[in-house]
């Protein structure tokens, strides 16, 4: 019986910036908006031979009880300027980016990208996101509310428009007239309609070295999952434990049959945290000491406030949970995806394990607001990363540092070794575009099978 190829692992790095796995505290903390953070992180991941660098956005400061959220107070640097600055700095790192799909248009969009893409050598990646928060919208022309259905309408059809502005140059465009020493550009209008735009231009750039930037996504509702499958190059998910990453991989991979697209063309990479350590206690009791930085007392009570919808500011974090009921109609926290669709179920939950565990508000939230970490000495974390990719619960991870900007130093370096060790991730990088780096095609370039299926 032939054994199973060994999958390759692939990893990308997740500039931590405003969220809360950020320990603001730590005197090892830098800046996250100055350039010197951001080009230090990608470095680094293109030393430990990363496929691409993932950069969040914020579309609005969030705001907690009429305050700005401390996680906010930095700000938000623009997506693309600081993609376009890194890729003056690295040579072979993926660049991604979230950019929404609910607030911007797809001809913005797609000369970003195609310029993105063109000024580093076909490395660029967008992943695409909705919003259907007023609150955020508040910031743009468009503004309001968008059902969750609509906003996926909205997503598909920015994808296909700018896919359509992609294309709209044959590969003969351009032809040279040498007498008159000009090129003579002969570029097709793009006639795009859809119940969202009406587009009938010519494009502004010509085809980028990708043809078109590598597309993520990150929903998980079913609507979600089929916009990814149909669409999506790569998923961001959240799904860490085995069998839960086992399942959703399943569940994506099953569905791309029916955009006939195959099982190699989508791959799924969970969000992860890791902590290191010389023996497997002292990972353990560091891991410990990074959730408590992680999760402060305030912090605790304003994540609690988020679910209960009410002023919990005196409750003893480290006392038992509120024995009031939450408020399912509050707005407490704007500008957030609320962390409970059904705040009295999560509190029923919520008080079951804190009674069976005997957990104090601040040790709750410390449970429940954990991502998948990986945890012991570099070997261990190599096996057990190593361990998730070949048991198709993921093809592999964005990983989440807990410091910004040096704190995936010690995964490229002692962790990557491991990993190259185990015939499981590259030594070098055999392409130059991102998609090189993930194994996925050009979208313009087919094999004979489809050319033949095609005729």
Avoid: C
Avoid at 133 to 155: I, K, M, S
């Amino acid at each position: 019986m032939t054994a199973k190829p060994r999958k390759q692992v692939h990893l990308a790095a997740h500039f931590p910036g405003v969220n809360n796995t950020t320990v603001w505290a730590d005197p090892a903390s830098k800046s996250q908006v100055e350039f010197a953070s951001f080009e230090h992180l990608a470095r680094t991941a293109e030393r430990g031979l990363f496929d691409f660098f993932f950069l969040a956005e914020g579309l609005r400061l969030r705001e907690h009880r009429g305050r700005i959220h401390d996680l906010d107070v930095v700000g938000r640097p623009d997506t693309f300027t600081v993609l376009n600055a890194l890729a003056a700095v690295t040579e072979r790192l993926g660049l991604a980016g979230t950019i929404n799909s609910t607030y911007n248009e797809p001809f913005e969009l797609a000369k970003q990208f195609a310029t993105l893409d063109h000024l580093s050598g076909g490395r660029a990646a967008w992943n695409v996101v909705t919003s259907s928060d007023a609150f955020t919208g508040e910031n743009f022309r468009r503004g309001g509310y968008l059902e969750h259905a609509q906003r996926y309408r909205r997503a598909a059809e920015v994808v296909e428009a700018s896919r359509a502005l992609w294309d709209s140059w044959p590969a003969d465009t351009l032809v040279v007239d040498r007498e008159r020493g000009v090129f003579a550009r002969e570029i097709p209008g793009t006639s795009f309609h859809s119940t969202q735009f009406d587009i009938d231009a010519p494009f502004v750039t010509p085809p980028s070295p990708q043809g078109h930037p590598v597309l993520l996504q990150a929903g998980d509702s079913d609507e979600g999952r089929e916009f990814g499958a149909r669409t999506a190059d790569a998923i961001f998910t959240v799904h860490g434990t085995l069998e839960a990453g086992q399942r959703f991989y399943a569940d994506i991979k099953g569905r791309l049959a029916k955009y006939g697209r195959g099982h190699d063309e989508l791959l799924v990479f969970p969000a992860a945290t890791f902590v290191l350590g010389d023996t497997e206690a002292e990972a353990h009791e560091r891991a410990r000491h990074i959730r408590y930085q992680q999760v402060s007392p305030q912090t605790a009570i304003a994540f609690l406030e988020q679910v209960w919808g009410r002023d919990l500011s005196g409750y003893d974090p480290d006392g038992p949970l509120p024995d009031i009921e939450p408020d399912a109609t509050s707005e407490i926290t704007r500008g957030r995806v609320r962390h409970a669709k059904d705040p009295l179920a999560v509190a029923k939950t919520w008080r079951e394990r804190a009674e069976a565990e005997q957990l104090s508000i601040r040790e709750l939230i410390i449970e429940v607001t954990a991502r998948q970490q990986f945890i012991g000495t570099p070997v261990q974390v190599a096996e057990q990363i190593d361990h998730y990719v070949q048991s198709d619960a993921a093809d592999g991870f964005i990983l989440v540092p807990h410091l910004t900007p040096a704190g995936l130093d010690e995964f490229v370096d002692r962790v990557v070794p491991e990993l190259q060790e185990r015939g499981s991730f590259r030594t070098a990088y055999t392409g130059t575009t991102l998609r090189d780096h993930l194994g996925l095609r050009h979208p313009h370039h087919h094999t004979a099978a489809e050319g033949a299926r095609a005729s």
